[in-house]
């Protein structure tokens, strides 16, 4: 058969699918979370549980791609969990106007619309990554990896600048509009988007019978491979590492450098260009060991891993430094490092679940990709409250913050430790099998 893989048009326009999940996800976990505290005098623990509720149900992953592999379609679920998510965010908007005046009714309504949040986002974004997963070379992986992601952080960053400055001066009016647009925006750009795009190009891994085994088969299958099983541990460690500094950072420079919110908010966008740049050097290198070694992405994976431990040893240098440190600088670096990091992490999935075959595609990518969401949930409420607490226990913000930044240096080393085991197993399992063959 004369496969046709997906070309970078179809790599860019699926590109444009993450930016619009992005924007999405920014309107419910972001914009959302900063006017139920700050417009409507919420307690912060509100915003908080709902988005942490919409990473719990996207354990539901696995189930999503296991769909999408037995109908050997993957527009369909992208398609339609861009859909519920775009109704979600519109929900979640009606509710937070809502739970001021009518907290029950807007509590529930929440709940219910970040759980279509959490739907959506599991059903179109393990669907687009299985997709990807199956229709692009191996060559092109790392680069459509960098290229979707950074497609992501475009989005969330146009849809918080336009929305931004469509929502002075605020109104509920306002916002109700101003999510209503921006859902509508992004499930049109979606639909454009994946138009076509599956039927141009056939499938580099022609799915087999396994791949409509039922799903408690299916997980169990998987989950008893142990290079899969050694990556699900991976993803893990390392995205827990990642997130803890998710929501500690910003109060780092307030609290321990005096930053404003104007120049913290400034850091954050350096912090997100070092990221960008990160992404954009794997992107371009990421086949450079290709033909060295069993998996391309290990020594990007290892040295992305490594360099944040470094970056926050840094960083944890410069809090108990004070003022006159390079701040900035070392952000950069520690955003720089991420990059590498995430990006690379993300084209090992897809490599991963390619050479899996069978048609477990999208499974396998539900798999890590609930092992990712249950790790951001965990990861950002830990560096949260491990701060909290440590500086009612030491007596010292400063110290607080060394200790959660230690604590996630570790993390990161071992999670290079771990990551210098994925794909030897299928290596090892491979060689002997060729042993017992030419015997």
Not at 384 to 393: F, S, V
Request: one cysteine or more; glycine letters at 14%; charged letters at 10%.
């Amino acid at each position: 058969m004369n496969h046709r893989p997906l070309g970078w048009g179809g790599i860019v326009r699926l590109g444009l699918v993450q930016s619009s999940l992005g924007a999405i996800v920014m309107l419910a976990t972001s914009l959302l979370n900063r006017v139920m505290v700050v417009e409507f005098a919420l307690p912060a623990l509100i915003p908080a549980a709902l988005v942490a509720w919409h990473y719990a149900v996207q354990l539901s992953r696995p189930r999503w791609g296991h769909g999408s592999d037995r109908g050997n379609r993957r527009t369909p679920w992208i398609i339609g969990g861009m859909g519920v998510l775009a109704m979600g965010a519109v929900l979640a908007t009606d509710a937070a106007l809502m739970i001021a005046s009518q907290p029950v009714a807007g509590m529930m309504l929440a709940v219910l619309a970040y759980t279509m949040i959490g739907a959506g986002v599991g059903a179109s974004g393990t669907s687009l990554l299985a997709l990807l997963a199956t229709r692009t070379m191996p060559e092109r992986r790392p680069a459509a990896a960098a290229t979707t992601w950074i497609m992501m952080i475009i989005g969330i960053v146009a849809a918080a600048g336009v929305t931004g400055q469509l929502l002075d001066p605020f109104s509920p009016a306002r916002l109700a509009m101003i999510a209503s647009g921006v859902a509508l925006v992004a499930f049109v750009v979606t639909l454009f988007a994946v138009r076509g795009v599956e039927g141009e190009a056939v499938a580099l891994s022609s799915p087999v019978p396994a791949g409509n085994a039922q799903f408690g088969a299916a997980i169990a299958a998987i989950w008893n491979d142990p290079a899969a099983r050694h990556f699900s541990i991976f993803v893990f460690v390392s995205m827990f590492a990642y997130s803890t500094q998710d929501m500690i950072l910003e109060p780092m420079a307030g609290l321990v450098f005096g930053y404003t919110p104007g120049q913290s908010t400034s850091l954050a966008g350096v912090q997100h260009m070092g990221v960008l740049l990160g992404m954009i050097l794997v992107g371009i290198g990421g086949g450079a060991f290709r033909k060295r070694s069993g998996l391309a992405m290990r020594p990007w994976i290892v040295s992305g891993c490594i360099g944040s431990a470094l970056a926050l040893a840094a960083l944890s240098t410069g809090v108990m430094a004070g003022q006159g440190w390079p701040l900035g600088a070392t952000v950069f670096a520690l955003g720089f490092a991420n990059g590498v990091f995430a990006v690379a992490a993300i084209a090992a999935m897809m490599d991963l679940a390619g050479a899996g075959g069978g048609g477990s595609e999208g499974i396998r990518m539900g798999l890590w990709g609930a092992a990712q969401a249950i790790a951001f949930g965990l990861g950002g409420f830990s560096g949260a409250a491990g701060l909290d607490a440590l500086r009612a226990i030491l007596g010292s913000t400063p110290l607080a913050f060394v200790a959660v930044f230690v604590v996630e240096a570790a993390l990161f080393l071992i999670a290079a430790g771990i990551a210098l085991g994925i794909g030897k197993q299928r290596q090892a399992l491979n060689a002997s099998l060729q042993k017992e063959i030419m015997a």
